[in-house]
Nanobody, 118 residues
Framework: QVQLTEFGGESLQPGGSLTLSCVASGVTYSTSCMGWVLQAPGKEREGVAAIDSDGTTRYSDFMKGRFRISLDTAKNTLYLQMNDLKTEDTAMYFC????????????WGKGTQVIVSS
């Protein structure tokens, strides 16, 4: 059974940096994609970044190089490093996993809240 637990969300000012962590269990990394999805208040969930089973990473255009996803399989932890945060980055951030190829995510964490405000 896959379990995902996110950590690291907090309130901070625009321009700041933050790293989110997701501790995973029950994931077979060689056949899985892992990713981060956000949900802003009143909006639909949207993908942020993903890392595929072969290490390939992909990012949503809106991040414009500000975010970086990484996976430490020895620690069973997925990270999202976020730099130059903007107020529009305020959202609940979810860790998720699915089959290799990153076409679908079928297991989710409960999320961690990031608030960017001056």
């Amino acid at each position: 059974q896959v379990q995902l637990t996110e950590f690291g969300g907090e309130s901070l000012q625009p321009g700041g940096s933050l790293t989110l962590s997701c501790v995973a269990s029950g994931v077979t990394y060689s056949t899985s994609c892992m990713g981060w999805v956000l949900q802003a208040p009143g909006k639909e969930r949207e993908g942020v970044a993903a890392i595929d089973s072969d290490g390939t990473t992909r990012y949503s255009d809106f991040m414009k190089g500000r975010f970086r996803i990484s996976l430490d399989t020895a620690k069973n932890t997925l990270y999202l490093q976020m730099n130059d945060l903007k107020t529009e980055d305020t959202a609940m951030y979810f860790c998720a996993t699915g089959p290799a190829g990153c076409n679908a995510l079928d297991a989710w964490g409960k999320g961690t809240q990031v608030i960017v405000s001056s």
